[in-house]
């Protein structure tokens, strides 16, 4: 079966980094667009942004914009997040995702997620 693992997360400080990675087996990387999401307490679950199944081509939320960066690594069947200049708002659980198309930033076009990993920015 697919199975998504992402791992990374972590406590960090207003303006730090963070490397998040999502570890895929059980599908054929390489044909699956990634996409990481999050979601804050009490809120809907959001698009952080998104590769497709080459890494020639990515799409990241105006929120993260320069600050993050996704990446893959289609040898490693791994996705990763860079996140960099954190905020406070950028708090909460960051999920990965695989579609066998192309990527869409709708959560709902998804069929597989991770469990997701805890990122908490500290004011």
């Known amino acids: 079966q697919v199975v998504l693992v992402e791992s990374g997360g972590g406590l960090v400080q207003t303006g730090g980094s963070l490397k998040l990675s999502c570890a895929a087996s059980?599908?054929?990387?390489?044909?699956?667009?990634i996409a990481w999401f999050r979601q804050a307490p009490g809120k809907e679950r959001e698009f952080v942004a998104a590769?497709?199944?080459?890494?020639?081509?990515?799409s990241n939320a105006d929120s993260v914009k320069d600050r993050f960066a996704i990446s893959r690594d289609n040898a490693k069947n791994t996705v990763y997040l860079h996140l960099n200049s954190l905020k406070p708002e950028d708090t909460g659980v960051y999920y990965c995702?695989?579609?066998?198309?192309?990527?869409?930033?709708?959560?709902?076009?998804?069929?597989?997620w991770g469990q997701g990993t805890q990122v908490t920015v500290s004011s």
């Open positions: 995702s695989a579609r066998s198309t192309y990527y869409t930033k709708n959560p709902g076009d998804y069929l597989y």
């Open positions: 059980g599908l054929t990387f390489n044909s699956y667009a």
């Open positions: 590769i497709d199944w080459s890494g020639s081509r990515t």
